[in-house]
């Protein structure tokens, strides 16, 4: 890898008459985010000019935004799109839940230095001011980052949860909302998937049936993907991307930022659950539903 080479390629592929997009897509795919990151301070180092600013210059539409999204830094695109998703035009829930729900404690840390230098409000504030009620408190939860990351399973208490879970909702008339937030929100993966089990035994259902028959719309919406990350990430992703483009029109903003923010991640694993859940490829599903230099470079994020 040659941070000088690529800057080069890129100018190259930008410089006079015309855009050569293929260029452009085939230097920033096969790097990685590090490398790109390099690439970016070199081209300024070298060339004297600003890579982000030739790039918005040059392309535009959905592409522009996967490309500038791939030369954003990991922890910086979670940011700028939880920014987006609060103070852009209304809400955007799923976008919200999809991060500080998938995220570590230490990737959600990371979020919050970052989101309070870049804006100068600490995130929670914002998550405050643009919410409501229950949803308002499972967010602000999540943002703290503090789930137990241990991998101990208390069996007693485990018991316990799932009785409280089922004490919660099921056995009552009403639902117990903070029970389901106190416990889905802080204990450890491996002690829940124990609840899970306890609780199915207990209720004779399973945990995401009773949050969808006692929860509804958003904080129905976030305790399920709480879950879901829980027992199986890329399957969550999968089904975010499914969802993204089935049906008409394309959720463009959710298929961009879950390609570009696992495409080093967990990418092979989402693949594999997508095709194991819906029976066709992702590969086929996004040469389906987009076009042109967006449909190639999510195609090579895709890879396979």
């Not at 829930?93 to 804006?119: D, P, V």
């Not at 904080?219 to 879950?227: G, I, N, P, T, Y």
């Not at 095709?275 to 490829?281: F, V």
Request: charged content about 30%; overall charge negative.
């Amino acid at each position: 890898f040659s941070a000088e080479q690529e800057a080069q390629a890129l100018r190259k592929a930008m410089k006079g008459l015309g855009t050569d997009e293929d260029a452009i897509i085939e230097t920033l795919t096969k790097l990685n985010v590090s490398q790109r990151q390099q690439v970016l301070i070199t081209y300024k180092s070298t060339i004297g000019r600003d890579l982000i600013d030739d790039l918005k210059s040059e392309l535009s539409g959905n592409f522009e935004r996967v490309i500038i999204g791939l030369m954003t830094p990991t922890t910086m695109y979670d940011v700028h799109e939880l920014r987006r998703a609060l103070k852009g035009a209304g809400t955007d829930e799923g976008c919200l839940i999809e991060i500080l729900a998938s995220r570590t404690n230490e990737e959600i840390r990371h979020i919050n230095e970052n989101y309070k230098l870049q804006y100068g409000s600490a995130l929670e504030d914002d998550i405050v001011s643009d919410t409501s009620s229950m949803f308002r408190r499972v967010l602000v939860s999540l943002a703290t980052g503090n789930r137990d990351e241990g991998t101990f399973v208390d069996e007693a208490l485990a018991q316990q949860d799932a009785q409280s879970l089922y004490e919660a909702g099921e056995k009552k008339w009403g639902t117990d909302e903070v029970q389901f937030m106190s416990i889905l929100c802080t204990r450890n993966r491996c002690h829940l998937l124990r609840v899970f089990d306890v609780y199915r035994v207990i209720a004779n259902k399973d945990i995401t049936d009773s949050i969808k028959s006692e929860m509804s719309g958003d904080l129905e919406d976030a305790l399920l993907a709480v879950v879901k990350c829980l027992r199986n990430k890329p399957a969550y992703f999968a089904e975010r991307l499914y969802k993204s483009m089935k049906g008409l029109g394309t959720d463009d903003s959710t298929l961009i930022r879950v390609m570009v923010s696992r495409a080093e991640i967990d990418m092979l694993y989402i693949r594999r659950e997508f095709l194991a859940m819906y029976g066709k490829s992702l590969h086929s599903f996004i040469k389906g539903d987009c076009s042109g230099d967006y449909r190639k470079v999510l195609l090579r994020l895709c890879g396979g």
